[in-house]
């Protein structure tokens, strides 16, 4: 079974330029999320879906950052323009809808991650 | 916002040895979770241990959570090179989100 997939794995553009990042989340997990890490950091999240609802994007800097979730399966991270500061990797990851697990937990499963610089 | 905050933020030992890596959080939780990441990879979940659980055991990793301290441990025993990676501590209350420490990285010597 195919893992979460992220597209491109590296990227460099220049600061103002737009990109944007593609994940196809594991066959039948109904939760995304959009995780940015930071050299040295623990992931902070960005956004959550839940099939094509994004329920939590209180994090997401809205007036540079946007994403979507169409059909309630891959997503894309789009950023415009992007900024010095939005260096980092950026994690997809997907789980089974919450409540699934009998401890109510969410278990992730990541991908390998796109990493972004900014020049 | 980062929950939890682990301890040290960095460990060097040999092969063979035990490793112990420590989180702390701030606010109740239902459930913590320990995920490794080796370099240039994404994260890999470890282990989950429940609010009302004190110890777990997965292979070479133990768990132990201590509520009343807001606290928990991680130990591999007999470490090998292999298991050089970063491991994070993440935290959450039911169907809410996973908050994540700020990791140790481990490093093991042959």
């Known amino acids: 079974e195919a893992g979460v997939v992220q597209s491109p794995r590296y990227k460099i553009i220049e600061k103002k330029q737009p990109v944007a990042f593609w994940c196809n989340p594991i066959s039948g997990h109904n939760t995304l999320y959009w995780y940015r890490q930071n050299l040295g950091q623990g992931p902070e999240l960005l956004i959550r879906?839940?099939?094509?609802?994004?329920?939590?994007d209180s994090q997401l800097p809205k007036d540079r950052f946007s994403a979507e979730r169409l059909k309630g399966v891959d997503s894309t991270l789009k950023i415009q323009p992007a900024e010095l500061g939005d260096s980092a990797v950026y994690l997809c990851a997907s789980s089974l809808e919450a409540g699934a697990y009998s401890s109510g937990a969410n278990v992730l499963t990541f991908g390998a991650g796109s990493r972004l610089t900014v020049l | 916002s980062q929950q939890g905050e682990e301890d040290p933020q960095a460990l060097s030992i040999q092969e063979g040895e035990n490793a112990t890596m420590n989180c702390s959080y701030k606010t109740s939780i239902n459930n913590l979770q320990w995920y490794r990441q080796n370099s240039g990879r994404g994260l890999v979940h470890l282990i989950l241990?429940?609010?009302?659980?004190r110890e777990k055991h997965s292979g070479r990793l133990r768990v132990t959570l201590d509520t009343s301290k807001k606290s928990s441990s991680l130990l591999i025993t007999a470490s090998r090179a292999a298991d050089t990676a970063s491991y994070f501590c993440a935290t959450d209350k039911i169907t809410d989100k996973l908050i994540f420490g700020t990791g140790t990285r481990l490093q093991v010597f042959p």
């Open positions: 879906y839940e099939n094509e609802e994004a329920v939590d």
């Open positions: 241990i429940r609010s009302n659980e």
